[in-house]
Nanobody, 128 residues
Framework: VQLQASGGGLVQPGGSLRLSCLVSGFDPVRYAIGWFRQAPGKEREGVACIAADGGTSYAASQEGRSTISRDNGNHRLNHRLYLQMDNLEPEDTAVYYC???????????????????WGKGTQVTVSS
């Protein structure tokens, strides 16, 4: 399983970014996958999730500001995951990771140690 996030950068408050994750090695119709983030000095937290059936869930802080989507492409074992983030706030500054997990709950997605995967992250900085 490989997951690699990209698309981060520096954006002003109120701006938008679209993160992308290249996913390979597992079938999107069998696993839930989503986005996590980790700010300096803080624990990793869930951001958004898309289930195998296409259902989505978001952390409360992301409701109405973020949209998760998935592109299965031409190969079931290689596809892309996206996170469109709008109206960004300085509090959104973090390294963003894509990974597998369980959808739902207050954080949108839960990572299970020893069972789930996550890959290299991408830095998002929201600052004027």
């Amino acid at each position: 399983v490989q997951l690699q996030a990209s698309g981060g950068g520096l954006v002003q408050p109120g701006g938008s970014l679209r993160l992308s994750c290249l996913v390979s090695g597992f079938d999107p119709v069998r696993y839930a996958i989503g986005w996590f983030r980790q700010a300096p000095g803080k624990e990793r937290e869930g951001v958004a999730c898309i289930a195998a059936d296409g259902g989505t869930s978001y952390a409360a802080s992301q409701e109405g500001r973020s949209t998760i989507s998935r592109d299965n492409g031409n190969h079931r074992l290689n596809h892309r995951l996206y996170l469109q983030m709008d109206n960004l706030e300085p509090e959104d500054t973090a390294v963003y990771y894509c990974g597998t997990g369980v959808c739902g709950g207050e954080t949108g997605i839960t990572f299970r140690n020893g069972r789930d995967y996550w890959g290299k992250g991408t830095q998002v900085t929201v600052s004027s």
